[in-house]
């Protein structure tokens, strides 16, 4: 419909985001309304400094009739946040500022029908603590779906789906299986089932080097395998397991609309080697899309007006149709 906005959080106060978010605005024209959750006073600060100049709107997120939000200015739900510097180090003070910018984007998710939810990046060592993998997961727990969602980079051309996320490599292995393989691909299939109405062709790797190990039992064997099987059997459209050295050869990878892998840079690694910054990570289970651009806060760049936008406008595209 066309008067559900994107509903986005700017996130981590000290990253690149709003940066590549005034170049997204500027680039683009959407026929949806933006409703961008920030401190104001940042807003304004950074978009001087950086020398753009963009409209908008404050709205109070308690009163919003969705039906009357303007396209052509930014809707602005403001956050208070204090800072000493616009361009400052990310550290733990940022913690309850995104605490409250997502609290107020589950609200307006819940309570009416949006396009979808963009987060900026957010700094997992301060944000979440160690409580939580990553994003994904702190949104699954907010919405009751703990267990039951799945990370997908998409891009049309190939996406790649890891069944373990913000994973220590030591710590995969006692992470996977057979059941929860099966429940990320059903997700993967519903996904592409409803947006596109095709059933995926998806390939899934091993854990191991050439899918092997120098022991008996492994989990190729234990737990890949028969999960392949068992999807076989239900009629999806599934391969594997492929080693995950050659599985991203053209040769291979055409065959495919998804790898899933067992863990984060097994599939992440190669997918931004050959899209860069053209993908955008989607959680799947939730009630609602929730997209976020394929980088993170890269302070390093704060301020420098050198950032690629190109994650964020694929994001807000995918959303604005």
């Known amino acids: 419909m066309k008067n559900e906005p994107i509903i986005i959080v700017a996130g981590e106060p000290y990253s690149i985001f709003l940066e590549i978010f005034f170049k997204s605005v500027k680039r683009n024209i959407f026929k949806k309304p933006i409703i961008l959750i920030v401190s104001h006073e940042l807003f304004i600060r950074q978009m001087k400094a950086l020398n753009y100049n963009l409209d908008f709107n404050i709205i109070n997120e308690k009163k919003i009739n969705f039906n009357k939000l303007s396209i052509k200015k930014i809707n602005i739900v403001n956050v208070d946040f204090v800072f000493r510097n616009i361009f400052d180090k990310i550290s733990k003070n940022s913690k309850n500022y995104i605490e409250q910018s997502f609290k107020i984007a589950i609200n307006l998710v819940k309570k009416n029908r949006s396009a979808g939810l963009i987060n ?37 051309k190939l996406s790649v789906s890891p069944i373990t996320t913000h994973l220590s490599l030591k710590n995969v292995h006692k992470e996977l299986s057979k059941q929860k393989i099966i429940n990320h691909v059903h997700l993967i299939k519903e996904f592409y089932k409803k947006k596109f109405n095709i059933n995926p ?23 890949i395998k028969p999960a392949i099987a068992y999807l076989i059997k239900k009629k999806y459209v599934v391969s594997g397991p492929f080693a995950a050295d050659t599985i991203f050869m053209k040769d291979q990878s055409k065959n495919f609309d998804v790898v899933i892998g067992m863990y984060h840079d097994q599939v992440l690694a190669p997918a931004k080697t050959i899209f860069g910054f053209n993908a955008i990570n989607i959680t799947l289970g939730l009630p609602f899309i929730r997209i976020s651009p394929d980088h993170g806060p890269n302070s390093k760049m704060l301020g420098k007006n050198l950032s690629s936008p190109e994650s964020l406008i694929q994001a807000l595209k995918f959303l604005d149709k």
């Open 120 to 156: 900026g990046p957010i700094s997992k060592k301060h944000f979440l603590g160690g409580k939580f993998l990553g994003i994904t997961e702190y949104l699954a727990a907010k919405m009751n779906k703990k267990n039951k969602v799945a990370m997908l980079i998409f891009n049309k």
């Open 201 to 223: 062709r998806i390939a899934i790797t091993g854990l191991n080097p050439h899918c092997e190990s120098n022991y008996k039992s492994s989990e190729e064997d234990l737990i």
